[in-house]
């Protein structure tokens, strides 16, 4: 079993910043064989939104809103993925939560979701 906790959520003003972190704990084994890891969102009363994504050798990708703001990235050594997130606006208010695919059985882990609330 793979666990996902997320951290770094916050209350901030628009035009911050800030850093989400997501760790992986468990099976090492499983851990491993992740490939893709992704940032998800939710705001309250709409769908969960991907958010960006890498890939197990680096790939990035975003969606449109929040490139050139927001950055993906993993530090495989440490299990973890980070989601720096600049010039905030109000319309990144949402719940962010990590999500890691198994590159072979394609199976999906989540995090718990960390509040992100940026004020105007």
């Known amino acids: 079993q793979v666990q996902l906790v997320e951290s770094g959520g916050g209350l901030v003003q628009a035009g911050g910043s800030l850093r989400l972190s997501c760790v992986a704990s468990?099976?090492?084994?499983?851990?491993?064989?992740?490939?893709?890891y992704r940032w998800y969102r939710q705001a309250p009363g709409k769908q969960r939104e991907l958010v960006a994504v890498?890939?197990?050798?680096?790939?990035?990708n975003y969606t449109d809103s929040v490139k050139g703001r927001f950055t993906i990235s993993r530090d495989n050594a440490k299990n973890t993925m980070y989601l720096q997130m600049n010039s905030l606006n109000a319309g990144d208010t949402a719940v962010y939560y990590c999500?890691?695919?198994?590159?072979?059985?394609?199976?999906?882990?989540w995090g718990q979701g960390t509040q992100v609330t940026v004020s105007s």
């Open positions: 890498i890939s197990s050798s680096g790939i990035t």
């Open positions: 999500n890691a695919q198994h590159r072979f059985t394609h199976l999906d882990y």
């Open positions: 468990g099976n090492i084994f499983t851990i491993n064989a992740m490939g893709w």
